[in-house]
């Protein structure tokens, strides 16, 4: 335990939580979509699909606009609004925003760009840093 300068109080020392990564880094990693849908009502599954990615993109990678590539789109709704699919796995970019007066997504300097990666087997599969 270490006393905190302002307050006096005492704060565990170490950081908690995730390591912020570096500026621009793009990620490869496997989304279990279907333990975040069960329970949730058959019309709205797919869309809740979307919802699922967009915030574990927001967790991982710390930003607020977060963009689903159009595949990927495609590949959630490939079998309607009742059964997106279990497992996906996708590839997360971080990139710098060109901020321009008349833009209208708020945030910050960075957004994500989430793509669909294709496979068949999800088994072994870790999250990993890609480089491009």
Known sequence: MVKDSK???AKKSGA?????????????TTIHIARSIRGVGAKKRAPRACKVIRNYARKMLRTTDNR????????IWAKGIKTPPNRIRVRMARKVREVSENSKRGGGKYYTVISVVGTNDFKGKQTEVVNE
Do not use: M, Q, S, Y
């Open 7 to 9: 307050t006096g109080k």
């Open 16 to 28: 908690k939580g995730r390591k912020f990564l570096p500026n621009v880094v793009t990620l490869e």
């Open 68 to 75: 689903i590539d159009v595949k990927l789109n495609k590949a």
